[in-house]
């Protein structure tokens, strides 16, 4: 594999670390919008790329195992790994496809070993990516002449699935940002991303997005310095205040939304108890079959669940290990305010995937775990080895 990624020419490629973040950054990108696609086609040119970018970090960065956290990434991919290996051979009903999954699922932890590693690199690539997944985002919106501009993205998709792709990367990128940076992250770059959810009109993309936008100033107002509490208490002030004299226009831009339907979701409860019925005990431990159930014959097999997903996928102890993916930020026994920072952020995303397939196992998995390595690695380095006391870089490829 090193003698592949050096015929291919990564490894001089990537000795500049600028062309490293150029790398990593629209790596990144093409996995938000080849997942996006949601086309089989699409899949098959994103795993053909994961396998040249891995083999490029296979050659950077040997894997190393004289850490704990190290020690703690390696035994986590291996569980996971193995549960999904585990349940292949009962899997034959669904065909190829857990296969192909299983591979996937192996090839996102590889990459997000690997790139997590190098902090700095992996920080930089994941902003300028955010940046450029907005950029392209509200030009779609601003520039489309369709009235739902985000769910003409892909044909037969909807604006739902896009503004939940992109509360998952900025929840994990504000997570990131304030483990690195002891900082929370850009608050510009949250309103725009509150403000695609609200144009997307989803019910649960618009919730999350206004829960980190809270997460966010809650944690100025506690812990930040007397200036940025001033600011932060004038701006929520003064958005008070137009909310209250402006409470009739801003209802009426929220019941344009699928804010008007509420927050109860009869066909998607539906749709969990009919699953989780259809289970025989062999089903129940391995993963079921969605043919015959509501999903399978009426959403198109879209279960709607990310954590039922991972469960029809590979079953319950895939599952688990997903569920209890973001304690990882404490095992040290840290619970300082940016483990449990990160843990608030992650608790939006799981907000919002058991609304939506948005994991367990998807391409967005690499943002997810990527983001729970580099904290976890921070953590048992200490984040004085991250960052100096005013949030700017101290050292370079620190996790190596």
Same mark, same amino acid.
């Given at each position: 594999?090193?003698?592949?990624?050096?015929?291919?020419?990564?490894?001089?490629?990537?000795?500049?670390?600028?062309?490293?973040?150029?790398?990593?950054?629209?790596?990144?990108?093409?996995?938000?919008?080849?997942?996006?696609?949601?086309?089989?086609?699409?899949?098959?040119?994103?795993?053909?790329?994961?396998?040249?970018?891995?083999?490029?970090?296979?050659?950077?960065?040997?894997?190393?195992?004289?850490?704990?956290?190290?020690?703690?990434?390696?035994?986590?991919?291996?569980?996971?790994?193995?549960?999904?290996?585990?349940?292949?051979?009962?899997?034959?009903?669904?065909?190829?496809?857990?296969?192909?999954?299983?591979?996937?699922?192996?090839?996102?932890?590889?990459?997000?070993?690997?790139?997590?590693?190098?902090?700095?690199?992996?920080?930089?690539?994941?902003?300028?990516?955010?940046?450029?997944?907005?950029?392209?985002?509200?030009? *779609?919106?601003?520039?489309?002449?369709?009235?739902?501009?985000?769910?003409?993205?892909?044909?037969?998709?909807?604006? @739902?699935?896009?503004?939940?792709?992109? *509360?998952?990367?900025?929840?994990?990128? @504000?997570? *990131?940002?304030?483990?690195?940076?002891?900082?929370?992250?850009?608050?510009?770059?949250?309103?725009?991303?509150?403000?695609?959810?609200?144009?997307?009109?989803?019910?649960?993309?618009?919730?999350?997005?206004?829960?980190?936008?809270?997460?966010?100033?809650?944690?100025?107002?506690?812990?930040?310095? !007397?200036?940025?509490?001033?600011?932060?208490?004038?701006?929520? *002030?003064?958005?008070?205040?137009?909310?209250?004299?402006?409470?009739?226009?801003?209802?009426?831009?929220?019941?344009?939304?699928?804010?008007?339907?509420?927050?109860?979701?009869?066909?998607?409860?539906?749709?969990?108890?009919?699953?989780?019925?259809?289970?025989?005990?062999?089903?129940?431990?391995?993963?079921?079959?969605?043919?015959?159930?509501?999903?399978?014959?009426?959403?198109?097999? @879209?279960?709607?669940? !990310?954590?039922?997903?991972?469960?029809?996928?590979?079953?319950?102890?895939?599952?688990?290990?997903?569920?209890?993916?973001?304690?990882?930020?404490?095992?040290?026994? @840290?619970?300082?305010?940016?483990?449990?920072?990160?843990?608030?952020?992650?608790?939006?995303?799981?907000?919002?995937?058991?609304?939506?397939?948005?994991?367990?196992?998807?391409?967005?998995?690499?943002?997810?775990?990527?983001?729970?390595?580099?904290?976890?690695?921070?953590?048992?380095?200490?984040?004085?080895?991250?960052?100096?006391?005013?949030?700017?870089?101290?050292?370079?490829?620190?996790?190596?």
């Amino acid at each position: 594999m090193n003698m592949f990624a050096r015929f291919l020419g990564f490894s001089t490629f990537c000795r500049d670390e600028k062309f490293e973040v150029v790398s990593v950054s629209l790596f990144l990108f093409l996995t938000f919008f080849l997942f996006a696609a949601q086309a089989v086609g699409f899949m098959v040119v994103w795993t053909c790329f994961g396998v040249l970018f891995f083999c490029q970090y296979v050659r950077l960065d040997p894997v190393a195992r004289n850490n704990v956290g190290e020690r703690i990434a390696i035994t986590y991919f291996l569980f996971v790994v193995m549960s999904c290996l585990f349940v292949l051979p009962f899997s034959g009903a669904r065909g190829l496809s857990s296969v192909y999954y299983a591979l996937n699922v192996a090839l996102v932890f590889g990459i997000a070993h690997f790139i997590s590693k190098r902090a700095l690199v992996f920080y930089s690539g994941f902003t300028v990516a955010l940046y450029l997944i907005q950029f392209v985002l509200l030009s *779609i919106i601003l520039l489309s002449p369709y009235l739902d501009p985000l769910g003409s993205i892909v044909e037969g998709s909807s604006s @739902n699935g896009i503004t939940s792709y992109l *509360i998952l990367v900025q929840a994990c990128y @504000n997570g *990131i940002t304030y483990v690195l940076k002891r900082n929370v992250p850009p608050w510009g770059m949250n309103v725009i991303t509150f403000y695609i959810c609200f144009v997307g009109q989803g019910r649960g993309s618009i919730a999350a997005g206004f829960l980190l936008l809270g997460i966010n100033i809650l944690y100025v107002l506690v812990s930040g310095g !007397s200036r940025k509490r001033f600011g932060y208490a004038v701006v929520i *002030i003064v958005a008070l205040l137009f909310a209250v004299l402006k409470f009739d226009l801003l209802f009426s831009f929220a019941m344009k939304t699928n804010l008007a339907r509420g927050f109860y979701d009869q066909p998607r409860i539906e749709m969990w108890i009919d699953y989780f019925r259809s289970l025989s005990f062999v089903e129940s431990v391995v993963g079921g079959d969605l043919n015959g159930t509501i999903i399978g014959d009426f959403y198109l097999g @879209n279960p709607h669940n !990310s954590f039922l997903r991972a469960h029809n996928k590979f079953g319950v102890l895939y599952m688990l290990l997903m569920v209890v993916s973001p304690f990882g930020l404490f095992l040290k026994g @840290n619970f300082g305010k940016e483990q449990i920072f990160m843990f608030l952020t992650l608790a939006v995303v799981f907000f919002r995937a058991m609304t939506e397939p948005i994991l367990f196992p998807t391409f967005l998995d690499l943002f997810y775990f990527s983001s729970i390595y580099c904290a976890v690695r921070a953590s048992y380095l200490g984040t004085e080895s991250v960052v100096d006391g005013r949030g700017a870089w101290s050292r370079r490829d620190i996790l190596d």
